[in-house]
């Protein structure tokens, strides 16, 4: 069995000790990712849709640096700080999809890192 860490330039650096992703056997975990901007640091807490878009981003540039793509995530959890932002996160995550999409589940947590307002993290699959 082969752990193969994941790490893009065109997401952010963790904030702690984890990887971007993790492949193993044709899966990819992808680490919780947050509207942090990969090039200059910044966080993008302006307004839920950019905030929402931002994390997208990050998702799709870690799933770009391991070969896959949004077709291929089968879940996701959405951590949101406020329940109240479930349909603009919602209509920002659907975007990225075409249809067959992953299973998913929302929560509302209390706090999240960096006191951002949405985390989300994914499990994408390829067939091996």
Same mark, same amino acid.
């Given at each position: 069995?082969?752990? %193969?860490?994941?790490?893009? =330039?065109?997401?952010? +650096?963790?904030?702690?000790? $984890?990887?971007?992703?993790?492949?193993? @056997?044709?899966?990819?975990?992808?680490?919780?990712? #947050?509207?942090?901007? !990969?090039?200059?640091?910044?966080?993008?807490?302006?307004?839920?849709?950019? =905030?929402?878009?931002? #994390?997208? /981003? @990050?998702?799709? +540039?870690?799933?770009?640096?391991?070969? $896959?793509?949004? /077709?291929?995530?089968? *879940?996701?959890?959405?951590?949101?700080?406020?329940?109240?932002?479930?349909?603009?996160? %919602?209509?920002?995550?659907?975007?990225?999809?075409?249809?067959?999409? !992953?299973?998913? /589940?929302?929560?509302?947590?209390? *706090?999240?890192?960096? @006191?951002?307002?949405? /985390?989300?993290?994914?499990? +994408?699959?390829?067939?091996?």
């Amino acid at each position: 069995m082969v752990k %193969n860490i994941i790490t893009s =330039e065109n997401a952010p +650096a963790p904030i702690g000790p $984890y990887s971007h992703a993790v492949e193993i @056997n044709g899966m990819l975990f992808v680490s919780g990712q #947050v509207a942090k901007h !990969p090039h200059t640091g910044e966080l993008i807490l302006s307004d839920i849709l950019s =905030e929402s878009k931002q #994390v997208m /981003e @990050n998702i799709q +540039a870690i799933l770009t640096k391991a070969g $896959y793509g949004f /077709e291929h995530i089968v *879940k996701t959890t959405i951590f949101l700080t406020d329940m109240n932002n479930f349909a603009a996160v %919602n209509e920002v995550y659907g975007s990225y999809f075409s249809g067959n999409y !992953p299973a998913r /589940e929302t929560v509302q947590v209390a *706090k999240l890192p960096l @006191n951002v307002n949405v /985390e989300i993290s994914v499990i +994408a699959v390829k067939a091996v």
